[in-house]
Every structure is written in C-alpha cells, then in structure tokens.
C-alpha cells in the first residue's frame, strides 16, 4: 500500500492507527498480513454529539440540522432526507459514503445515490 500511495510505511500506520481508534476501520493481522475493513456498524462507538441526543428525551425525532446540509449536499431529496436526519447518523459518514461510490471501482454503480441512503439507513 505503500508504493501504490507514495507515502511511507510510517505515515500509513500512524493513519491506520487513527482510523481504528475512530472506529472508522477493523484490522485483522494474519501473519505478516494486515486485513483492513471498513466498520459499518456505527453503534459500537457513538460521537459525543450522539450521545448527548440520545441522552435527552424527545430530541431523536427532530432533524439534525448538520445531517440534512449534509444530505443536501449530495443530492437527497427532501422528503427521504428528512427521514435520515431524525436517524443517529454522524454528517462526516455522508461524505465518505459519497466518496465511496463515486471511487473510479464504482463505476458500475447504477444508482449510487440510493446505494448510498440504503447504506446509511443500515448505520
């Protein structure tokens, strides 16, 4: 992974290391062999943010404001836009699904935007 990136070995453990702590990315080691996987189940470690909502009766059915910007900013439609913004979904996983499926290996995606809410109602 090194060559193909062009950084040193160094710099992408330290970078693995962040996204693990993160909970962003599960790394299983084999040997000499490092698998990485991507977490998908965000409800192992909530953000701050969500706890907090989660900690306050009656805050769960109201649009996260910073989600439905979020939403929109990638082309969600209101009405279902408005339906995953009362879900406790961090905003910055938005952003990397969005930059999932618009990777140059997803070009066979047919409805990457709808790939993309399936995705994030499962968080």
Same mark, same amino acid.
């Given at each position: 992974?090194?060559? /193909?990136?062009?950084? +040193?070995?160094?710099?992408?453990?330290?970078?693995?290391?962040?996204?693990?702590?993160?909970?962003?990315?599960?790394?299983?080691?084999?040997?000499?062999?490092?698998?990485?996987?991507?977490?998908?189940?965000?409800?192992?470690?909530?953000?701050?943010?969500?706890?907090?909502?989660?900690?306050?009766?009656?805050?769960?059915? +109201?649009?996260?404001?910073?989600?439905?910007?979020? #939403?929109? +900013?990638?082309?969600?439609?209101?009405?279902?836009?408005?339906? /995953?913004?009362?879900?406790?979904?961090?905003?910055?996983?938005?952003?990397?699904?969005?930059?999932?499926?618009?990777?140059?290996?997803?070009?066979?995606?047919?409805?990457? #935007?709808?790939?993309?809410?399936?995705? /994030?109602? #499962?968080?």
């Amino acid at each position: 992974m090194a060559q /193909l990136t062009g950084r +040193a070995r160094s710099t992408l453990y330290h970078h693995l290391k962040e996204l693990r702590e993160r909970h962003w990315i599960r790394v299983d080691q084999t040997g000499r062999r490092i698998i990485i996987r991507p977490v998908t189940d965000r409800s192992v470690e909530p953000t701050e943010r969500q706890e907090a909502e989660m900690s306050q009766p009656g805050t769960g059915s +109201a649009p996260n404001e910073e989600l439905v910007e979020a #939403l929109a +900013a990638i082309g969600v439609e209101n009405r279902k836009r408005t339906q /995953l913004a009362r879900m406790a979904i961090d905003p910055l996983w938005v952003r990397a699904w969005h930059l999932w499926a618009g990777h140059p290996h997803r070009r066979g995606l047919t409805n990457p #935007l709808g790939n993309i809410i399936m995705l /994030l109602a #499962l968080e």
